[in-house]
């Protein structure tokens, strides 16, 4: 939703609400994301803070574990990261406060498992598990205050290697790998934890990653690809994104109202490469560059006006 400030008549008032823009929201858009690495030659510990003004990169709070494979979820204040792979599965959740850069324990997940996905709003997030030894339907919906995990709407099939992006109502997930490379994309509800068809990728794939801001997410679609694609939440419409400077799967992307940076993991080696788009034009430029080549990661920011702000 767009910042407003000074005097609103009541004819601007009145289009203002037809419009889904009243009242208006004058919480500030992020200024950072925390990117998980995940796995360089071995797992790691490793977090970068990603600024978004100058691109400037330095390090966030590590891990209580050495991870990779993992998901994250969260709000304008704290950050959920699920570890995933720490030698083998587990249901370790941190939860990173962006004040100070603090973590702690977060709610732990309800199976162990990795290779999952993340979306949410500013009091819920839904992870979707992945691998639980093989691929699953199952989701978590974590409740940020008290760190309350409980069900949530099942995936219409099982999968892993999955990515999300959504607004403060519905969330789309794509499931990634079923049985092979998929195309199918999930709709959820945060309202009821509803769980319908969303439109497919153009393209079959997996190990892919989204970021996105109140009216279209960005999926990078991965399995080797540069193809990203441009989900507009009113009306479910795919069309084409800008396109990653690289092949690339098993990346993690955050981002706010204005811009999302994608790492992009695996682009033959453990790369270092991010890239910048910008939502406006879709326009795709270098970001800061991670402080080791990695790939396997996790990413959340602290905001995004209109979906968790």
């Known amino acids: 939703m767009p910042n407003y400030s ?3 008549s009541l004819s601007q008032q009145f289009q203002a609400v037809g419009q889904g823009l009243w009242p208006p929201n004058f919480d500030p858009d992020g200024t950072f994301a925390i990117f998980a690495l995940g796995f360089t030659t071995v797992r790691v510990t490793t977090r970068n803070k990603y600024t978004y003004s100058g691109d400037a990169v330095s390090a966030g ?7 990779c494979a993992g998901s994250a979820a969260g709000n ?3 950050g959920i990261f699920a ?11 941190n939860k990173y406060t962006y004040s100070g850069c603090v973590v702690a324990a977060g709610g732990a997940a309800t199976v162990a498992s990795r290779r999952g996905s993340a979306a949410g709003n500013s009091t819920t997030g839904i992870f979707a598990l ?5 691929t699953s339907t199952t989701r978590n919906k974590y409740t940020y205050s008290g760190c309350v995990v409980a069900a949530g709407g099942a995936a219409t099939a099982a999968s892993q290697l999955g990515s999300a992006a959504g607004t403060s109502t519905v969330g789309i997930f794509a499931l990634g790998f079923v049985g092979g490379a998929s195309t199918t994309r999930n709709k959820y509800t945060y309202s009821g934890c509803v769980v319908s068809a969303g439109t497919a990728a153009t393209v079959a ?4 990653a989204a ?3 109140s009216t279209f997410g960005i999926f990078a679609l991965g399995g080797g690809l540069t193809t990203r694609n441009k989900y507009t939440y009113s009306g479910d419409v795919v069309t084409a994104g800008g396109a990653s400077t690289a092949i690339s799967c098993s990346g993690s992307a955050a981002g706010n109202s204005t811009v999302g940076i994608f790492a992009l993991g695996y682009t033959g ?6 890239n910048k788009y910008t939502y406006s034009g879709c326009v795709v430029s270098a970001g800061g560059v991670a402080t080791a080549g990695s790939y396997g990661g996790s990413a959340a920011s602290n905001g995004t006006v209109g979906v968790n702000i």
């Open 130 to 134: 992945g691998c639980t030894g093989s």
């Open 211 to 213: 970021a996105g801001n």
């Open 269 to 274: 080696t453990a790369s270092t490469t991010r």
């Open 6 to 8: 000074g005097v609103w």
């Open 83 to 93: 570890l995933g792979d720490a030698t083998g599965n587990v249901t370790t959740r």
């Open 76 to 78: 304008s204040t704290v």
């Open 205 to 208: 794939s997996c190990s892919g």
């Open 61 to 67: 709070g590590a891990a209580t574990a050495a991870s």
